[in-house]
């Protein structure tokens, strides 16, 4: 069964700090993981996918197939981060989490 | 980037109508497209795949005549919520992903309140 996980439902820091939004999987065969991000009143919108490797706002995400992880990261957050971030295993998304970017 | 288009954005219906939901891909041709359902403060859940021309493939728990799906054209999607009821009120979304490509795009959703 395909499964995603992100364990934090809200998450806050201060701008300039560094975040990660934790993702973890399971799924038996080999998986396409994404990033999605939903600004206040915008509809869903790709960040990142794990085949890509690239750096999109600032942000990465490694696909860790030791520890069936794809964290998001970005080593200084800044206020225009604050939304919502689901992370996809194919076309399953993990439950979001809220982040919050205080000034 | 390619675009979703969904129509209404919005629609208030009486208990026991059904409701017609629908999803466009307004520049590019979309073999498979994605429902979800998306209840307040939650994630979104998959409902179907759509696939133009065969029937869709729906979730497990997902009632396929409460919540018909057809896929006529390249282009569009239709969700039809049969015999609505309150508790069918809800956020609905569809995706469709680029031909070659693994990105989803996403509608903008349409907000059903059932009375």
């Known amino acids: 069964a395909q499964r995603v996980t992100q364990p934090e439902k809200l998450l806050s820091v201060f701008k300039g700090a560094p975040v990660e939004l934790k993702c973890n999987y399971s799924?038996?065969?080999?998986?396409?993981l994404f990033w999605y991000v939903q600004y206040s009143r915008q509809r869903l919108q790709l960040l990142l996918r794990?085949?890509s490797r690239e750096s999109i706002k600032g942000f990465t995400a490694d696909l860790n197939k030791g520890e069936t992880s794809f964290h998001l990261k970005k080593p200084f957050a800044q206020e225009e981060d604050s939304a919502m971030y689901y992370c996809?295993?194919?076309?399953?998304f993990g439950a979001g989490t809220r982040l919050t970017v205080k000034p | 980037g390619a675009v979703v288009s969904q129509h209404p954005s919005w629609v208030i219906c009486k208990s026991g109508t059904s409701v017609k939901i629908e999803c466009r891909s307004l520049?590019?041709?979309?073999?498979?497209m994605f429902w979800y359902r998306q209840f307040p403060k939650q994630s979104l859940m998959l409902m179907a795949t759509?696939?133009?021309?065969?029937?869709?493939?729906?979730e497990q728990g997902v009632e396929k005549d409460k919540f018909l799906i057809n896929h006529a054209s390249l282009t569009l999607s239709t969700l039809t919520v049969t015999s609505a009821h309150p508790e069918d009120s809800s956020f609905y979304i569809c995706?469709?992903?680029?031909?070659?490509?693994?990105?989803?795009?996403f509608g903008q959703g349409t907000r059903l309140t059932v009375v």
């Open positions: 794990h085949i």
């Open positions: 759509s696939n133009e021309g065969s029937k869709a493939t729906y």
């Open positions: 520049d590019f041709q979309a073999t498979t």
């Open positions: 799924y038996s065969g080999s998986p396409e």
């Open positions: 995706s469709a992903p680029q031909p070659g490509g693994t990105e989803a795009f």
């Open positions: 996809a295993l194919n076309v399953r």
